[in-house]
């Protein structure tokens, strides 16, 4: 007889001592009955470390990490998807809540898939404790499937908006081949779209993900995806990186990145970084130029810091990088190439100089 095989869920928390019962309760509550459950504390001080050292002692199945730093929610993320041995890895915020048959329902479609490298449910919103205020359009979840890697990509970025659709089920060995998660506004959009290089992406068409509240604001998740912002800095620091101020150049860029070292052939990563282009054109167009717009400002300030040190040359190092992503992405908006070489300029003179 097939042994059932087990689930790593890795729940992560910061300060959650409001929410993190109810969620350890609904992971607790699974039908699947081979699981361990690692609680994360991230360097809270709130009694969320006390809380996850309660339900550790009460259940064989619960382990905890404490972090003695809160490393911000990027690391957070990363490690939910290293931590265990297990084949299957569910990454688990210390927020929101599962359906009783969340784990059931979506190892069914992974194991009669196996071509399927993660499966997720349909979600609904909640407050409180338990009043639903509504349910994510259908058309939010993910059905990436068939033979063409870059055709599954593609359909992730045309259609990945909400997060239902990112907290499901992974095979560990598709989340081995996975880029390390970059400080990026959009990280989890290029996750997803690199995981679709290896295989299928399927959902099951319950709403068994229940979200507490609903989503954050685009810019506050820009910020907090910041280096600076998860190491709880300024992000308004000058030697901050920039990306926070373009949230969706930031998204393409990181796709970009991504696919540049994707585990696939090297003409599957160049068609998938043109696809990356094409698809966020045809989805953001006017919302890119809106934050392309911005980029002068962001130059004539650097201009006028006119620092040589060190901090001054980091500073314009962020603002090269998006100018580049803007070239790439916007070709026709020509004041990049001036403003790349107004950049440029000061930091080659100094280089000279040295």
Request: with cysteine; net charge neutral.
């Amino acid at each position: 007889m097939r042994q059932i095989p087990r689930v790593d869920v890795n729940l992560f928390a910061y300060n959650g001592a409001a929410t993190v019962g109810a969620a350890i309760e609904s992971v607790l509550a699974q039908t699947w009955d081979r699981l361990s459950l690692t609680l994360i504390d991230d360097g809270s001080d709130d009694g969320t470390a006390e809380i996850c050292a309660r339900y550790a002692r009460a259940d064989a199945r619960v382990r905890v990490l404490r972090h003695r730093v809160n490393g911000g929610a990027v690391a957070a993320f990363q490690r939910a998807f290293w931590l265990g041995e297990a084949d299957y890895v569910l990454p688990k915020s210390g927020d929101d809540m599962l359906a009783p048959d969340f784990i059931q329902e979506i190892m069914a479609v992974l194991l009669a898939h196996p071509d399927t490298v993660m499966c997720h449910a349909q979600g609904l919103i909640f407050a409180g404790s338990g009043d639903v205020r509504g349910a994510y359009p259908a058309e939010h979840s993910l059905m990436a499937i068939g033979a063409d890697p870059v055709a599954r990509a593609s359909h992730v970025m045309a259609r990945y908006t909400s997060s239902p659709s990112f907290w499901g089920i992974y095979r560990r060995d598709a989340v081995d081949r996975l880029a390390r998660i970059r400080y990026r506004a959009g990280w989890d959009h290029a996750l997803l779209a690199e995981l679709a290089l290896y295989g299928e992406i399927r959902h099951v068409a319950a709403p068994l993900y229940w979200r507490r509240d609903g989503g954050k604001p685009v810019s506050v998740l820009a910020r907090a995806a910041t280096e600076r912002g998860s190491r709880g800095l300024a992000v308004t620091h000058p030697m901050t990186e920039p990306h926070w101020h373009m949230p969706l150049l930031t998204t393409a860029l990181a796709h970009l990145e991504t696919f540049s070292v994707a585990r696939v052939p090297e003409e599957v990563r160049a068609a998938a970084m043109h696809a990356a282009i094409d698809i966020f054109r045809g989805r953001w167009l006017p919302y890119l130029r809106r934050e392309a717009a911005v980029l002068p400002a962001l130059v004539a300030a650097c201009e006028r810091n006119n620092d040589p040190s060190l901090p001054g040359s980091w500073s314009r190092r962020g603002l090269v990088d998006l100018l580049l992503a803007a070239r790439m992405i916007l070709p026709e908006e020509a004041d990049c190439a001036d403003l790349l070489a107004r950049l440029v300029a000061p930091l080659s003179i100094q280089r000279v100089a040295a």
